[in-house]
């Protein structure tokens, strides 16, 4: 089984290149080697290759920059999917493309079901309900796996951010009135690795084609996310740490006040998921090397 992985270089893309050893002949591309905005580039790469399960794991994920860039953040996260979506279908291959929870306005009480309405309020937001729209007009096989407040030990993350500050600062301001689920990379990987694994081949994932929550257990705030990680990371410095609102610290992006996921659908359809927490410690000790 060929699976071509899209985004090596970001955070689910490098764990995926960990998690998916051993499945079958593994291609893991960077924006070096495929321009995105490129869909002609797209196109030839994935019919020179001929994969059997296309994961896309690229993405615009500069949720404040995409407000004043909203063409390119349109091109790589909606235009790019329609892409891979048509070839993956014209191949008979399966495509896996990840979404995310700014697809919500935050506004609901309770955790969001795959079937509520949405209603995204960044252009980040529109651009990734876009791609899911996208590959669901086109078809074909394919798993849309939404995920939220992705970290991990490598790229741009809050977990880095966190222990970058707390090497500098002696208290941090941290946004306590958003809610969701940290999840690891390796969290996401790993699931989409068992996906693949139990499905044997790529036309069992067929039956399965749609959109699911893929989150971490549980919920917590940045703020109760930040009291986690200086709780269980083995640092120098720990710095206090203060509750604020979102008023207090405002972006050009508007984020979702409850990023809460139901991930039931998940769970019946692909087996458990960690709690955040626990995988946040796991994550941490592999960072401090107490695991590997």
């Known amino acids: 089984m060929r699976i071509l992985v899209l985004g090596r270089s970001g955070q689910v893309g490098t764990a995926l290149t960990q998690s998916l050893q051993g499945l079958g002949e593994l291609i893991a591309l960077d924006r070096a080697q495929l321009d995105l905005t490129n869909p002609d580039a797209i196109r030839t790469t994935l019919r020179e290759m001929q994969p059997q399960i296309v994961i896309n794991a690229a993405a615009y994920t500069a949720v404040d920059a995409a407000e004043s860039d909203q063409a390119m953040a349109f091109q790589i996260n909606a235009v790019a999917p329609r892409v891979m979506a048509e070839e993956s279908e014209r191949l008979g291959a399966a495509l896996i493309h990840y979404s995310t929870d700014y697809v919500f306005n935050g506004g609901k009480q309770g955790a969001w079901m795959e079937d509520d309405a949405t209603a995204p309020l960044s252009v980040y937001g529109h651009s990734k309900l876009a791609g899911e729209q996208a590959i669901t007009d086109v078809g074909g096989t394919h798993l849309i796996l939404r995920t939220s407040w992705v970290y991990g030990l490598h790229g741009k993350n809050f977990l880095l951010t966190m222990l ?17 689920a940290p999840t690891w990379a390796l969290t996401i ?6 996906i693949i694994r139990d499905a044997g081949e790529p036309a069992q994932l067929a039956a399965l084609s749609g959109i699911y929550h893929l989150c971490a257990g549980g ?40 990023s809460i996921l139901n991930t039931d659908k998940f769970r019946r359809s692909f087996g458990d998921l960690p ?7 796991t994550c941490l000790q592999m960072r401090s090397g107490l695991i590997s």
Do not use: M
Request: charged share 20%; no cysteine; aromatic share 8%.
């Open 189 to 194: 990987a790993d699931a989409t690795s068992a």
């Open 219 to 258: 919920h917590t705030s940045w703020f109760g996310f930040a009291q986690a990680i200086f709780s269980h990371a083995s640092v120098q410095r720990k710095p206090q740490l203060r509750p604020i609102t979102t008023a207090e610290y405002p972006t050009p992006a508007q984020r979702p006040h409850n």
């Open 164 to 180: 970058k500050l707390a090497e500098s600062r002696d208290s941090l301001a941290i946004v306590d009135d958003q809610i969701g």
């Open 275 to 281: 709690t955040w927490d626990d995988a946040l410690q």
